[in-house]
């Protein structure tokens, strides 16, 4: 098997029992790694109803084909189980370097199952596994515990992997790290983790991928090649350049920077975090994950100290600023951290504080209910505050650590309009109603709202932009207007759902391939062909994709899932108050009908958006079609 390892670590954390599957070639064509290959275990290997907190539950850890790859951006891992958060298929990515770390000490994935009966960690190293107590670090802040492990194991190089107190504590939103700046922070993995009083995987391997490769040559060459190109590319290089940070002012300007929990899209107080602020006052280097030239990470200081935690993404930046009406840079910076320290999702927890807020001003919540707190929006001390009281799961803190939709049958049936969520999920920062094909995305993502279903409206609407004519292969060759649910424009995002989706399979980033970013999709094919010896097309990675995204859909309906959870919450149906789209909706009726559309293409059931046996027959999947019966 070249690119590949072909090996699986399996690990029963009830009984202590460790071993390694070996995969054929014929299976991993068909699963190769990542989304595809978690999708494949999660559904033959746990029955359906399993409480994401019990033993049963399934934790799988699984590296794309290309992670660890001598090419910019196939740094990327999945961690997949049943979500806490949404009681569906649950899964979340991450960069950074213990993907390729796990694939250089000999495996493609980690496969957990059962629960120890006290915390442990599980050390990696050279195709041997051995478990370890982690009662000494069990409780400690991400920071201190990764320095532990890596004392106690005598080597500075080791790759920590680990959850926080927030998913010991079993908040339904907790996260997992890798080296304290890369996060799987989406659906809750880090509280199933923590329910299997798993801490930590510490990973130290020492074979490259070259020497898996079919023709490494090729391959190392196509990544020096594609490293040198990286300021040719205006996307590529504003985010090595600014980072995601970047994209506070110009999306504010557009009237898309989520504020007030989404309310309104433009924030009056944006001057006081926009880049140069955050350059001025937090920067001090520029970070990458392995093997990258884009260079996306940024190291900031907090309280005037250098931080071992990085510095808050545009993600965290939105959610815990201007979407709480947060303007202090310092204030989100330290919350950041915290969420990093604790291990959050920097995402639910700005949702759930905002949604708090929201619900403060309306007199859902008092005075008495918050232990004194004024949860006015706007107080950064006090969002500060409930960063930490969400993860120790301290007063308020407590429900909404349950996350919005289930805090607001607590809160009062006036709460649910004030919970943004889709499937349990809270949204990204990122408004629909100025980008519709995002909107889609939140509302049919099997993992709830996300904003990585699909590239966004902007990049394929104008014909001379560089991300359209990266997407003509595809059969991407008429531009669309950003707000339309037409027929062609739910045809282009089925062909771009395949591309996300392979992406997640074979281990790219995001803000690696076209029409994203600047790795064109014959050198995206080229490298897979130089990595195996299956001279794949493109046609075959739509297919790859098409199936992951599939069997992710199975398992939702084998959950219960149908078409009324690909839904949108009614504020976004509602127009925006301010900013350069103030009045905007997102179509209530064009939604319904998009929606029957998308259905047909992907040949699902229209009424319940189930996948039929034919469409997952002709997807090599027709075991996934006797689930359903």
């Known amino acids: 098997m070249y690119g590949s390892t072909g090996k699986i670590l399996r690990v029963n954390l009830s009984t202590r029992e460790i071993g390694v599957e070996k995969l054929t070639d014929e299976f991993y064509r068909l699963y190769p790694g990542g989304k595809a290959l978690a999708g494949y275990i999660l559904l033959n290997e746990m029955p359906a109803n399993t409480e994401p907190f019990s033993p049963e539950n399934v934790l799988v850890l699984a590296n794309g084909l290309l992670t660890g790859a001598p090419v910019s951006t196939a740094t990327r891992y999945v961690v997949s189980a049943r979500s806490p958060l949404t009681m569906g298929y ?60 890596r004392s106690e194991l005598g080597d500075d190089k080791i790759r920590v992997l680990q959850i926080g107190p927030a998913g010991e504590n079993l908040v339904r939103y907790a996260g997992i790290t890798n080296d304290l700046r890369h996060f799987n922070g989406r659906n809750g993995m880090g509280a199933v983790m923590g329910s299997k009083k798993l801490r930590a995987i510490a990973v130290r391997g020492r074979t490259r991928y070259q020497k898996l490769a079919r023709d490494p040559k090729a391959l190392t060459s196509l990544g020096r090649m594609l490293a040198k190109r990286v300021k040719e590319n205006p996307q590529a290089w504003s985010l090595q350049d600014t980072g995601t940070p970047g994209l506070v002012e110009p999306l504010n300007s557009s009237g898309m920077l989520p504020t007030r929990n989404f309310l309104q899209g433009a924030f009056e107080n944006v001057d006081d975090i926009k880049w140069e602020v955050y350059e001025s006052e937090l920067l001090t280097a520029r970070k990458t994950c392995y093997a990258c030239a884009i260079r996306c990470k940024r190291e900031v200081q907090v309280e005037g100290k250098e931080s071992i935690y990085g510095g808050p993404e545009y993600e965290s930046i939105g959610s815990l600023g201007p979407n709480c009406g947060v303007g202090d840079i310092h204030a989100i910076a330290k919350a950041n951290e915290l969420c990093n320290a604790y291990m959050l999702d920097s995402i639910s927890t700005g949702m759930a504080i905002s949604f708090a807020m929201e619900c403060f001003e309306h007199g859902l919540l008092t005075l008495e209910d918050t232990d004194g707190i004024n949860l006015h929006f706007g107080n950064a001390d006090a969002m500060v505050t409930m960063v930490e009281w969400i993860a120790l799961r301290k007063g308020i803190g407590d429900l909404l650590a349950e996350g919005v939709m289930r805090a607001a049958e607590k809160f009062g049936e006036e709460a649910h309009y004030f919970a943004l969520h889709v499937k349990g999920q809270e949204l990204p920062m990122h408004e629909p109603r100025g980008k519709y094909n995002v909107g889609m995305g939140y509302a049919i993502s099997e993992i709830g709202a996300d904003h990585l ?35 062609e424009k739910m045809r282009q995002f089925y062909i771009l759902e395949k591309v996300t989706s392979f992406e997640k399979v074979i281990g790219y980033c995001f803000f690696g391939p076209a029409p994203r970013s ?59 108050e301010n900013g350069a789209l103030k009045g905007e909706t997102f179509p209530r009726d064009e939604f319904e009908s998009a929606l029957t559309i998308l259905y047909g293409l992907k040949g699902w059931n229209p009424e319940i958006g189930i996948p039929t046996r034919e469409r997952l027959e002709a997807l090599s999947i027709g075991w996934a079609a006797d689930l359903l019966e």
Request: a negative charge; proline letters at 6%.
């Open 518 to 576: 600047y790795i064109l999709m014959d050198e995206v094919i080229d490298s897979v062909n130089a990595a195996t010896d299956w001279d794949i097309t493109l046609d075959d990675l739509l297919e790859i994709g098409e199936r992951a995204t599939n069997m992710a859909r199975v398992f939702n309906a084998r959950e219960g899932f149908t078409r009324k959870d690909d839904t949108l919450p009614e504020r976004l149906f509602s127009p925006l």
């Open 90 to 149: 649950g899964e979340s990515e991450a960069g950074g370097f213990w993907g390729p770390e796990l694939k250089m000490a000999g495996f493609e994935a980690i496969v957990i199952k059962g629960c120890s009966p006290k915390p442990v960690y599980l050390w990696v190293q050279d195709g041997e596994a051995e478990l370890r107590d982690a009662s000494h670090i069990w409780g400690q802040q991400t920071g201190p515990a990764q320095a532990a492990i």
């Open 453 to 487: 279903v699909v590239a966004h409206d902007g990049m394929l609407a104008n014909a001379e932009g560089i991300p359209f004519k990266n997407a003509n292969p595809l059969g991407i060759t008429e531009p669309q207007p950003v707000l339309s649910l037409n027929n």
